[in-house]
């Protein structure tokens, strides 16, 4: 189930730089996660993401550096 990210979760990721990514058709968590060099268990977890295998085309997801 996919949870919409609000800026108080994009406000308790802490520490780093906190980058904001909205998903454009083709995007995978695996593809994500090479272009922002972490791993898709840090994407589902920076976004509360259940199932790495759904993301839709307009989510917003954080990733943090």
Same mark, same amino acid.
């Given at each position: 189930m996919l949870k919409k990210i609000d800026n108080n979760? $994009?406000?308790?990721v802490t520490g780093g730089?906190?980058?904001p990514y909205i998903v454009q058709t083709g995007d995978t $968590?695996?593809?994500l996660a090479e272009k922002f060099h972490c791993t898709i268990d840090d994407i589902?977890?920076?976004n509360?993401?259940?199932d790495p295998n759904k993301i839709n085309k307009?989510?917003?997801l954080i990733f943090k550096f």
């Open positions: 979760q $994009l406000n308790n730089t906190k980058i $968590l695996s593809a589902c977890k920076w509360n993401i259940d307009g989510q917003k």
